[in-house]
């Protein structure tokens, strides 16, 4: 009998560490990309917020000096390099701003990053704002690109 307990105590922990293994955030895609303005980049350390509104989830990205990012997500204490698939909106932050990785996905949803006063942005303040940006990326499952290129005339 304590044979067979012990058996049933293996198998069901054997299960719950193989369950533990993936995510339970459904199918993963990763994002890299270029980040210019007018074909140019913009500084090194701009911060790019990837918004996925209808589940809440943020992912970050900070450009080099050549203005290519790569997205990272935060979620449970882990850092990921791919995020969850689906249609995310773009803000656009000069390296000098309140970090927006301090924001939670539901302070942004709320509508906490129209209240961040940037410093001296070398692009269109629009840029700055989900609701105003204009930028979208619809993430698939695999490797994508998304190479931005923001307008310095868009008002």
């Not at 533990?20 to 911060?47: H, I, K, N, Y």
């Not at 961040?116 to 700055?128: E, L, M």
């Not at 105003?132 to 005339?153: A, C, H, P």
Request: aromatic share 10%; net charge negative.
């Amino acid at each position: 009998m304590r044979f067979q307990l012990f058996c049933v105590g293996i198998i069901a922990f054997s299960t719950s560490i193989i369950g533990c293994g993936g995510t339970d955030f459904g199918p993963m895609g990763s994002v890299s990309g270029r980040l210019t303005m007018d074909g140019q980049p913009l500084a090194e350390g701009t911060q790019l917020l990837f918004m996925q509104m209808e589940k809440g989830y943020a992912a970050f990205a900070r450009t080099d000096a050549e203005g290519n990012y790569k997205l990272q997500w935060m979620r449970e204490g882990k850092t990921w390099d791919e995020v969850p698939t689906g249609m995310y909106k773009i803000l656009v932050q000069p390296p000098e701003v309140k970090n927006v990785e301090e924001l939670d996905a539901e302070a942004m949803l709320a509508g906490a990053d129209q209240d961040i006063q940037p410093a001296a942005a070398v692009f269109p303040r629009k840029y700055q704002q989900h609701s105003t940006s204009g930028l979208q990326f619809d993430v698939k499952e695999g490797t994508n690109t998304s190479d931005i290129n923001l307008d310095s005339k868009f008002k």
